[in-house]
């Protein structure tokens, strides 16, 4: 018994890590309360098929990120191509603005009192063939 003891505090981090690496957006569905990621990834990766069938582009809808936690849609889900928006400084002291392109998964009217809200979803350019 005693030759084991050393091996708890290793058990006991390996444990978590384990249930966290197991957890992934396939599980993350939706339920009474909340809006799961899974839906929200579907619902961009539809939009994205759409998308690149009318236009003939390469897009491919990515994972949201696993942080997020929004309350159930009441009313189906919309997608809509959206930015991300940000200000660097570069070395001599010249403020740019960067962008990325993302998909905007929209929820009009959250159940309950809930307000609207959005998920945006990292998209990335496939090479074309």
Known sequence: MHAYRHLLPLALLIGPAHCLSSTGIDQMRSNDVSHGLYEIRGEARNFVARENAKNRDQWEALDPNLKVFVPRCAVPLTARWDAIRWHVVSKSGELSQRSRRVIAVTCPRAAGSSPAWDVHV????????
């Open 122 to 129: 990292p998209v990335t350019q496939r090479a074309s063939n």
